[in-house]
């Protein structure tokens, strides 16, 4: 089945840097590749997703790539805010039947005042 | 607020007990999915109904089950229960659930803690 990796599990950053999530999948007819967003006490939340279509998704400060060559994509954001402090999960799957959705383990980001 | 909601919120049992969490789509949301997460394991997928009926299974272990009833919502029932079942339970739904890249909307979980 569909393996995904996830790097790096925390991130640091200063607020108004960039932070950059890497995954890598297994699985070469993966196509849907969401981002979600945990903040505490909650349940993951939809950030923005890509499709194997697409190369490169923006959304005001939070971009999504995706070399499906090499089998990896990541999550941009940029000028970070303290609100942006989150655990981040990517995720990925072959869209198409009664497929599932297969993790990474995540990625605590914090961004410092 | 994603529309999902879940109850309990907390559930604290003993080994050997039986639990049933529940699950309320988003208002028109055909398909619902379980998720069980923990600290070492992350998010797991364990199973997905489209319309009332099972369309895929995960890691689900054979002491759990679920069912979705005819006004949608869901059950997730979990027996024999050990310590280890001790997680987040997720449930989250999407409007037609074909194929994974629908998207999924979370609810806030249920806490299980298992003594």
């Known amino acids: 089945g569909e393996n995904v990796e996830q790097h790096p599990s925390t991130l640091s950053v200063q607020e108004g840097d960039s932070a950059v999530i890497k995954c890598t999948y297994s699985d070469s007819a993966s196509n849907y590749f969401p981002w979600y967003k945990q903040e505490l006490g909650k349940g993951p939340q939809l950030i923005i997703d890509i499709r194997s279509n697409v190369g490169e998704k923006k959304d005001q400060r939070i971009a999504v790539t995706l070399n499906k060559t090499a089998k990896h994509f990541s999550l941009h954001i940029t000028e970070t805010q303290p609100e942006d402090s989150a655990v981040y999960f990517c995720?990925?799957?072959?869209?198409?039947?009664?497929?599932?959705?297969?993790f990474g383990k995540g990625t605590m980001l914090l961004v410092s005042p | 607020d994603s529309g999902v909601t879940q109850t309990p919120k907390h559930l604290i049992t003993a080994t050997g007990q039986r639990v049933t969490l529940r699950c309320s789509p988003r208002?028109?949301?055909?398909?619902v999915y379980w998720y069980q997460q923990s600290l070492d394991q992350g998010l797991q997928f364990l199973i997905h109904y489209y319309n009332g009926e099972e369309r895929a299974k995960g890691n689900i272990l054979e002491r759990f089950s679920a069912q979705q009833f005819p006004d949608l919502h869901s059950e997730l029932n979990l027996s024999s229960l050990e310590l280890g079942d001790s997680a987040l339970y997720f449930c989250?739904?999407?409007?037609?659930?074909?194929?994974?890249?629908?998207?999924?909307?979370f609810g806030p979980g249920t806490r299980l803690t298992v003594l």
């Open positions: 989250a739904s999407s409007a037609l659930g074909q194929g994974a890249s629908d998207t999924q909307y």
């Open positions: 995720a990925a799957s072959i869209g198409s039947g009664y497929s599932t959705l297969t």
């Open positions: 208002s028109g949301d055909l398909s």
